[in-house]
């Protein structure tokens, strides 16, 4: 079955250490997203791609960085830089265009030890 | 900049009684909206979506959502409640020229009491 893959589902981190967060997707879509999720305040988005090699900033980019290598992965590090990480990840990908819809991973959990 | 607002952080419903989850959005363009419901520890599923064409749209699990213009809502409702409805749901807008980008609202938990 296609889908969307986060692994791994829970992630510790120590202080001053990145982290990545892997999303690979096999249903050959162009558009892929990160989110970030903490309670109360809904998904906010992180970075977003819509071809390879290519990604822009959303709205809380500060402290995080991706790649978009192929077209299936969308990685997501959390640098040190980002200094309240602790939140669930979402990472989404669509076939591109405004009124597609979006299908979710089921993310990874991130705490700091 | 378009923007999303759900009313009621949590609501509670008895088994079989209506479910009605409300959303209000803000945005100067035409809207494509969208309701997703989450489960606990879960990604995000979409249960339904309004781009074009007929304003009353069904989704799956027995949702349906009204587009209004007028009122500038998107209001999601099922005419009787399960257990299995209890989760958390969110309603998300985006426009043309916006690289799909989805602003969400804050979700609504739903409580399902017997």
């Known amino acids: 079955d296609g889908g969307i893959t986060q692994s791994p589902k829970y992630l510790f981190r120590k202080e001053g250490q990145n982290v990545t967060l892997s999303c690979e997707q096999n249903?050959?879509?162009?558009?892929m997203y990160w989110y970030r999720q903490d309670p109360g305040q809904g998904l906010r988005l992180i970075y977003y791609?819509?071809?390879?090699?290519?990604?822009q900033k959303g709205d809380i980019a500060e402290g995080y960085s991706v790649s978009r290598e192929k077209k299936e992965s969308f990685p997501l590090t959390v640098t040190s830089a980002q200094k309240n990480p602790t939140a669930f990840y979402l990472c989404a990908s669509s076939k591109g265009g405004d009124n597609q819809p979006q299908h979710f991973g089921d993310g990874t959990r991130l705490s700091i030890l | 900049a378009q923007s999303v607002t759900q009313l009621g952080s949590h609501v509670s419903v008895s088994e079989g009684a209506l479910v009605l989850l409300r959303c209000n959005y803000s945005s100067s363009v035409p809207p494509y909206l969208f309701w997703y419901v989450q489960y606990p520890n879960q990604g995000l599923q979409l249960l339904l979506k309004?781009?074009?064409?007929?304003?009353l749209v069904k989704g799956i699990n027995g949702f349906e959502a009204e587009f209004k213009k007028s009122e500038t809502s998107f209001h999601l409702t099922k005419p009787s409640a399960h257990m299995s409805d209890a989760a958390e749901y969110f309603c998300a807008v985006t426009v043309t020229d916006s690289w799909g980008k989805l602003q969400f609202g804050a979700g609504t938990q739903v409580v399902v009491t017997p």
């Open positions: 791609s819509q071809i390879v090699n290519d990604f």
């Open positions: 249903l050959n879509h162009d558009a």
């Open positions: 309004y781009t074009t064409g007929a304003t």
